[in-house]
């Protein structure tokens, strides 16, 4: 039961290069999200996925692109990295409950630790 | 500016004892309200969720509280044990980007043995 995989778990990046982090979901779900984490600021959406073929941008999204290749895969990339995207990002999937007692929430990958430099 | 506000920012209880954890929101179009526990390397997972129609919900040893007028929620975890200590959101869903969770700042829990 592999849930939500992300690829690579640890990055160190150099200011300016590029880099894609993977994300894919066996959970059969129709949503996927990108997220980030920094100390005292919790988890903020970065874009997201609500289906296969729509993507759109969540609360911080500038600097970042993503793609949703199929329904499984997810993909956050960064175009010209810089040291204010060091972070840790996490990957999720959900998918709506269509019955009670409707409790639902995300299923999160363990996320990529991501130092740019 | 934080949808969801969250304290403390961090906290010890002793084992056995009560951790409490607070949680206020303005939106009043927020209408789910999810706690997640995140251990060290992790990610989150969903500990419990609440609707704004109920006032209280518990699972075990964990229990939301709710109170819908003054917009704020709880976590309160019973009998605290070494095994609790981790980092706890609070989120709530809102009408903005798709309907998605917005989350507190997480609060840091230390149960010591």
């Known amino acids: 039961n592999a849930g939500v995989t992300q690829t690579p778990k640890f990055q160190v990046l150099k200011t300016g290069q590029s880099m894609t982090l993977q994300c894919a979901q066996d959970m059969n779900h129709n949503s996927m999200y990108w997220y980030r984490q920094d100390p005292g600021m919790g988890l903020r959406l970065i874009y997201y996925s609500a289906s296969e073929g729509t993507t759109d941008k969540g609360e911080v999204p500038n600097g970042y692109n993503v793609s949703r290749l199929n329904k499984r895969e997810f993909s956050l990339r960064l175009e010209s990295a810089a040291p204010s995207q060091t972070s840790v990002y996490f990957c999720?999937?959900?998918?709506?409950?269509?019955?009670?007692?409707?409790?639902?929430?995300?299923?999160f990958g363990s996320g990529t630790r991501l130092t740019v430099v | 500016q934080q949808q969801v506000k969250q304290s403390p920012q961090s906290l010890i209880v002793q084992k056995g004892g009560i951790s409490i954890i607070n949680c206020a929101y303005e939106?009043?179009?927020?209408?789910?309200f999810p706690w997640y526990q995140q251990f060290p390397g992790k990610g989150p997972a969903l500990l419990i969720a609440?609707?704004?129609?109920?006032s209280e919900k518990k699972e075990g040893r964990f229990t939301i509280s709710f109170n819908k007028s003054a917009k704020q929620f709880s976590l309160h975890i019973m009998d605290s044990q070494p095994g609790d200590s981790a980092t706890y959101f609070c989120?709530?869903?809102?009408?903005?980007?798709?309907?998605?969770?917005?989350f507190g700042p997480g609060t840091r829990l230390s149960v010591l043995p």
């Open positions: 989120a709530a869903r809102g009408n903005n980007y798709g309907q998605n969770f917005v």
């Open positions: 609440i609707r704004p129609d109920v």
């Open positions: 999720a999937s959900s998918e709506l409950p269509d019955s009670p007692p409707l409790v639902y929430g995300y299923t």
């Open positions: 939106n009043t179009a927020f209408d789910y």
